[in-house]
Structure formats: structure tokens, C-alpha cells
């Protein structure tokens, strides 16, 4: 009943189908990790209030080279909490121009930790607006402490598209924080992720931190998934619809036979 399987054309078919449905499947596959990837990214930030902060030499690499980026974490690091003890170098201080906080336009401030070793971290200290509350005019930002100080904040990667740097109202000026550019800029050896300060000081608004949508990578997967049972359950019944003889070519055979005994009828003599 199913010998026709064999046949070349339904050989081919099945082939192609399984094809289709393995590939639907890793593709299936390659969202759900995507979307673990992105609920530890959330739970890392979900957990930063209740967990302790973490030695950030032991979270990144150590930069060795001057005036360079050390390794880059991989996104299982982003949003980890960290702490580092170290002097601000308020002379290489970075503002990252249009930036928005709550609607408003304004600069995120980077200051150089640098370590008692001689490396340094760029601490984002926060957000502030310019002084006539516009994307142009310098920032209204209050210079970092002096001496010693132990910040505590959280391991963000460096953005893409790296932006022209210039030197403005006294600070390395970006559009983008693309590490590996800025480090070029710098002195000492950089580590290759930067810090979202946890608190603030006086004058500045913390950075928000937005989750990643994993629901919508988790969605694809099931969809993909689906994808590739739709695929086989329609060989299936194709395969089953040809097995009963239910196919266009018997069904229009049917119907010229009707249209032939019509005729037939139609051309008999009246008695």
C-alpha cells in the first residue's frame, strides 16, 4: 500500500523533510540556550542586592600591557558584582555624551581606578546632566574622591560600534564606551569590562540596568520545535492522502468521468 515510499520522488521528499525538521530543531536548540544565557544574565542581576561582591581580579584578567584592553569576559560575566580598592585618576576622566536617564539627555562619567599594581578599571560613576540641561553643553559632573576607595559595583562588557574620540571640557569625550579605543588613550594597562558603580555619590543617578527578554528567545525555540513536527506530520499525511488515492490527479479523473457519462447520456437518441 505504501510502496510508492520508495519511489524516487517520495524518496527525495522524505529526505528533504528530515532535512528541514533537523535543521528547525538546532535551530530550535540554538534559542533555548539563548535564552538560559540570557535568564542567568537576569539572575545575576536580580541578585546583586543579596549577593556579596566578588574580588574583581578574580572575576577578569589581568591587563598586562599599557595603553591596551586585557581579555574580555564572555557574557556569563556580565552583571557580576564586584569590588576593587584602587585611586581615581580624575586627569583621564571619560564623558560618554548622549546618554539618557529617565527621558533626559545627559553624559555617563568614567573614571580610571587604578590598582595598587598598576592597573586600571574604568568606573562608570553615573549619570549627570549638562549644565543647560541640553545633548551640547558640558556636564555638571563633582570631581571623584581622593585617596583610597573601595568601589562596589557590577561587570559591564564593552559596547560595539566604537565612536570618534576627542578631547572636550577637559575630559576624553565618546559617543560610545568602546573600551579597546578608549584603553588606547590611557597609561597603564586596562581590564577589559568596565564598572557600574552601585552607589552613586551625590550628583549623579545611578545607571539602570534593563533584563534581557528571554521569553521571547524561549518562545522561538518552542515555535521552531513545532516547526519541525508540523513538517513531518505534514509528509505524513501527504503520504497517507496518496496511500488512499485522494490525490488532485484521481480526484480531476472522477470528475472528467462524470463529465464523460453526462455527455454519453446527453448524446443518447430520445426513444
Known amino acids: 500500500m505504501y510502496r510508492f515510499l520508495l519511489t524516487p520522488r517520495w524518496l527525495a521528499g522524505a529526505a528533504l523533510t528530515v532535512a528541514a525538521s533537523v535543521a528547525m530543531v538546532f535551530l530550535g536548540n540554538w534559542q533555548m540556550d539563548r535564552y538560559q544565557e540570557r535568564k542567568a544574565v537576569n539572575e545575576r542581576i536580580d541578585a546583586a542586592d543579596s ?86 553643553s558640558p556636564p555638571v559632573a563633582p570631581p571623584p574622591p581622593a585617596g583610597e576607595v573601595t568601589v562596589v559595583g557590577q561587570i559591564h562588557l564593552t559596547e560595539s560600534r566604537p565612536s570618534a574620540i576627542t578631547q572636550r571640557d577637559g575630559r576624553i569625550d565618546t559617543r560610545r564606551i568602546a573600551l579597546p579605543r578608549l584603553a588606547e588613550k590611557l597609561p597603564y594597562p586596562v581590564y577589559g569590562a568596565y564598572i557600574l558603580h552601585s552607589e552613586p555619590a551625590e550628583g549623579y543617578s545611578p545607571i539602570p540596568i534593563n533584563h534581557e527578554d528571554a521569553w521571547q528567545n524561549g518562545g522561538y525555540a518552542v515555535q521552531w520545535w513545532t516547526f519541525a513536527v508540523m513538517a513531518l506530520l505534514a509528509y505524513g499525511w501527504q503520504a497517507r492522502k496518496e496511500a488512499q488515492g485522494d490525490t488532485p490527479k484521481k480526484r480531476l479523473d472522477r470528475v472528467e468521468e462524470a463529465d464523460q457519462r453526462t455527455a454519453a447520456q446527453s448524446a443518447r437518441p430520445a426513444d
Open 51 to 136: 549577593t556579596p561582591a566578588a574580588p574583581l581580579t578574580s572575576v577578569l584578567a589581568k591587563p598586562t600591557a599599557p595603553g591596551t584592553l586585557g581579555a574580555r569576559p564572555g557574557e556569563d560575566r556580565a552583571w557580576t558584582k564586584v569590588t576593587v580598592t584602587g585611586r581615581y585618576d580624575a586627569t583621564h576622566e571619560i564623558q560618554a555624551r548622549g546618554r539618557t536617564v529617565n527621558s533626559k539627555v545627559g553624559f555617563e562619567i568614567l573614571t580610571p581606578l587604578v590598582l595598587a599594581d598598576g592597573t586600571a578599571v574604568l568606573v562608570d560613576r553615573g549619570w549627570v546632566p549638562s549644565a543647560n540641561g541640553d545633548a551640547v
